[in-house]
């Protein structure tokens, strides 16, 4: 497809385990954004990649949270040992390069950690 | 206090009638980016602006940046508007983009 895409679309998991989430950008697109969005809430930023390259991590809330994009397309985000409160819908994101440039939205992933 | 602070929060109106949604701002930005998501997550992108006003369809999107200040307007709204509209500011500083909370959207056929 043409758009970004994120797999699963939802995650179920107990806490302590470890999860994996997929965003596939847009063809093209150098610059991508992962964010999360707790109920209620607007979307909080949580790391952008330009290329392969994490250019901006700052928004990751602990270090149990990672994420890589290899070969500057594919991204995973990856949280270890998840906690109750992780729960929330991931948001990926992706644009042509960072600066002035429209960001185009996955569906997101909506992970539940019982 | 939020950099971002949208108004109203919810909002229900009959289908034609005129919505006005509001964004407040308090930081320096370099773009204002006007959002709709869908019930399921979905996020489009509806406006990007820096001054002025843009227009598409029935949607307007107005900014002042002396005030800080954004509207998005709808006209003659539709059931099919009802979403939630969030409000965001790009910093030029660190590029990131900061988010409202959102207003939902609720028209009633």
């Known amino acids: 497809g043409a758009g970004v895409s994120q797999t699963p679309s939802n995650k179920v998991t107990e806490k302590g385990k470890y999860v994996e989430l997929r965003c596939d950008p847009i063809?093209?697109?150098?610059?991508l954004y992962w964010y999360r969005q707790s109920l209620g809430q607007g979307p909080e930023f949580l790391i952008y990649f330009q290329g392969t390259g994490a250019a901006d991590d700052s928004g990751l809330p602990n270090d149990r949270f990672f994420a890589v994009r290899p070969e500057g397309s594919v991204s995973t985000l990856k949280i270890q040992r998840t906690e109750r409160g992780d729960s929330a819908v991931y948001l990926c994101?992706?644009?042509?390069?960072?600066?002035?440039?429209?960001?185009?939205f996955g569906p997101g992933t909506r992970l539940t950690v019982l | 206090k939020n950099e971002v602070e949208q108004s109203p929060q919810n909002l229900t109106a009959q289908e034609g009638e005129f919505i006005t949604i509001n964004c407040s701002y308090s930081?320096?930005?370099?773009?204002l980016h006007w959002l709709q998501q869908h019930p399921g997550g979905g996020i489009v992108s509806l406006f990007m602006?820096?001054?002025g006003k843009k227009k598409h369809g029935r949607l307007i999107a107005t900014i002042n940046i002396q005030e800080k200040h954004s509207s998005l307007h709808i006209t003659a709204s539709h059931p099919r508007d009802s979403a939630v509209y969030i409000c965001a500011v790009r910093s030029p500083r660190d590029d990131k983009i900061i988010f409202g909370k959102g207003t939902r959207l609720h028209i009633l056929p």
């Open positions: 602006l820096s001054s």
């Open positions: 063809s093209g697109h150098t610059a």
């Open positions: 994101a992706s644009s042509l390069e960072t600066g002035n440039n429209e960001q185009f």
């Open positions: 930081v320096g930005i370099s773009a």
